[in-house]
DNA sequence: ATGGTTGTGCAACAA
């Protein structure tokens, strides 16, 4: 079993390189993030014909997330419960599997701007609701996963320039402080379950030749509990949507699950 | 160096 992440930077701009995509990579389960638009401009048709059913939490503009599965999902949730929040961050649903049912998280993350701003203090309020609703998911759910856009760089090695880097946006102790706190409730970043290559990034910036100059972050993630985590056998990065012409400025990321 | 690029939507904001 496969499933992906992938923040597309405007589902309407990048349906065709969606559908590509998918054609080559027929993951059972697809999280995509910043849609950018409301559910009633969903391509559910075109999905559809390609193999895939869509459970969305759209908005105009901005955010917006969907699960794409080839199977239909039950226990579809839209934000975080409990959390006021106008912006369409998170959905929750559960796949049922040959091996059981599992729960799938995808969330796009507070970007956060700059520490001390107010847009900082949103995302880490939201982080902490995000913690303890996911801890409570995990009380029902043995087998969950956890994945999205987190904008979050979790280590040094996460990043192109730790050190000029330090302390700002994606950075900050704060920021990794949280994404240590979700790893505390036994849930396991399946990329680094196995040896990767240096300066493996799933995020660059559209300016200043980021891409080209490999000058990224790795603040896409997969994050598996402990029951799901020995059947892991595989978490890559694939580059080859964002070399392409009109690139989202993010890669997905494939966790392969036996 | 406060630059540079993309998307939404048509000015300015978000990333």
Known sequence: MQIATWNVNSLSVRLPQVLDWLASNPVDALGLQELKLVEERFPFAALEAA??????????TYNGVAWLTRSPVL?????????????????????????????????????????????????????????????????????LVLLGD?????????????????????H???????????????LHDAFRLFEQPERSFSWWDYRMLGFQKNRGLRIDHILVSAALRHTVTACTIDRTPRKKPQPSDHAPVVVTLG
């Open 51 to 60: 193999g895939y059913h869509a459970v969305v939490h759209g908005q105009k």
């Open 75 to 143: 226990e579809v949730v839209r934000n975080i419960p409990g959390l006021a929040d106008e912006q369409a961050r998170t959905i929750a649903a559960t796949l049922d599997t040959p091996q059981g049912p599992v729960r799938l998280i995808n969330g796009y993350f507070v970007n956060g701007q700059a520490p001390g701003t107010d847009k900082f203090a949103y995302k880490m309020r939201w982080l902490s609701a995000l913690h303890a609703w996911v801890a409570a998911e995990l009380a029902c759910h043995q087998r």
């Open 150 to 170: 987190f904008n979050i760089a979790p280590q040094d090695r996460d990043s192109h320039d730790p050190e000029g880097l330090r302390g700002s946006i994606h």
């Open 172 to 186: 900050t102790v704060e920021e990794r402080g949280q994404f240590q706190a979700l790893l505390d409730l036994d």
